[in-house]
């Protein structure tokens, strides 16, 4: 899903221009080279992905490339025209499925083609930020994945100090501190930034909000060094200050408190 800069409206960056945009910025580099080292981490050996928000294909070549069974969906009819090309000998392969169609209809289909259950869902680079309705996706997701299932997922950070120099941000303070989210205008859809306690809400009875992470990794090290929600969680967003992301990792609920 294409994702348009810091808030501002205009045209709908996708396939090629996407690409060298994303790829652009060390910083966006070194966020995803974190993102992938954490589900590198996270996802057993041979698990299946499901990447949600696929875009150009350039993570799920790298999960494939990294031994994953990956499906992929995008809505964006020039991002899956560039992932058909850039993951094209994977796709022959087996080791990538794509499926790229209305988002509705994505949410309406009783079951996709992800070869069983699915381990993990990954979403990098803010897709769920385009999303409004965050319950009717973590439900999508629920019946998506297995029992011991997870979905880890690079958001637009509402702390990042960075943003502090834009009027927007500040326009929307209020509505962030009383409701826990706003959103502001995008080139494809409305762009949503959400406290943690926001994600929390949204994702029940589906999911629990089990971890955060800084998305980048801390100076010297690999990987993105998690925040303990269960210790200190009031204070988290303190440490994420510093990026543009953070990643959310939400554990599957199982049993009739999820059901739908």
Same mark, same amino acid.
Request: some cysteine; proline content about 5%.
């Given at each position: 899903?294409?994702?348009?800069? #810091? ?68 809505? #964006? ?12 000998? %994977? ?60 979905? %880890? ?9 960075? #943003? ?11 509505? %962030? ?15 949503? @930034? ?14 629990? %909000? ?20 269960? @210790? ?29």
């Amino acid at each position: 899903m294409p994702n348009a800069r #810091d808030g501002g409206a205009g045209h709908v960056v996708t396939g090629a221009e996407y690409v060298e945009q994303i790829t652009a910025r060390e910083s966006d580099r070194r966020a995803r080279a974190a993102f992938r080292e954490l589900v590198l981490k996270l996802a057993r050996p041979g698990a299946t992905l499901f990447d949600f928000g696929a875009g150009t294909g350039l993570d799920a070549r790298f999960y494939a490339e990294h031994g994953f069974n990956v499906v992929a969906y995008d809505v #964006d009819s020039r991002m899956c025209e560039f992932f058909t090309a850039h993951c094209r000998d %994977l796709i022959e392969a087996g080791r990538v499925r794509l499926d790229c169609g209305g988002y509705r209809d994505f949410l309406g289909r009783s079951s996709l083609d992800v070869g069983g259950s699915v381990d993990l869902i990954t979403s990098n680079f803010a897709p769920l930020n385009l999303i409004a309705d965050l319950p009717e996706l973590f439900a999508k997701f629920h019946a998506l994945t297995a029992p011991h299932g997870a979905v %880890l997922a690079s958001v637009l950070s509402p702390y990042f100090l960075g #943003d502090l120099k834009y009027r927007w941000w500040w326009r929307n303070l209020l509505p %962030l501190v009383r409701d826990g989210r706003y959103f502001v205008p995008g080139s494809q859809a409305p762009i949503f @930034r959400r406290r943690l306690a926001d994600f929390a809400v949204q994702s029940a009875p589906y999911f629990t %909000l089990a971890s955060v992470f800084r998305g980048l990794p801390a100076p010297g090290t690999r990987g993105a060094p998690g925040i303990d929600l269960r @210790r200190g969680g009031r204070g988290a967003w303190v440490r994420l200050t510093t990026c543009r992301f953070m990643f959310l990792l939400f554990a599957r609920h199982s049993g009739s408190s999820a059901s739908h």
